[in-house]
């Protein structure tokens, strides 16, 4: 299932590493432990860092959860990170109703269209370039992000994102995580 790491399921896994499993799916709402958790099970060290940092970037502050879903998608699209773009890119569509007002239309399918508010636009295709390029962040990105109304606490959780996504795809990528079958099943 990946290239280098162990993947350790539910079953196999030590008490320490099933708290983790558990809290990951009570947190992000799944039946099941992601395929990225597990192929960190071997070690709850990093199991437990990693998780910490994607549920503080992802799951907390003031942020809309569906704006991060668009922005690590986007990132992970265009970085060619399958694993990371396929699932979050599912996360997003799941809550397109909230936008779009229809459980048929795909935001990820969408990302020009108006059913995304325009400050959105601008945190994605900003936290996009930041995370593509860090060094190309400029005072200009800071100021438009400011423009449209995100305060300096959402800018700072917005490039958290730029971070976030970056070790999400890595860690993905290096690994070769394949794509969870319960995921496989919503397309």
Partial sequence: MTKGFRVVEYNQATDEVKAIYNETMKELGVPFVL???KCQGSNATILRGNWEKLRCTMLLGNVPFILKQLIIYNISK?????YCA???GIIANSMSKT????????????????YIPAAYKTAIQIVTKCALNPKSTSDNDFGALANDGYTLDEIQELMALADLTNMLNSLADIAGIQIDNELMEVQ
């Fill in 35 to 37: 395929n990225w958790f």
């Fill in 78 to 82: 265009i970085k060619g990170s399958s």
């Fill in 86 to 88: 396929h699932t979050h």
């Fill in 99 to 114: 936008l779009t007002g229809s459980d048929e239309i795909k935001l990820t399918e969408n990302m020009e269209s108006d």
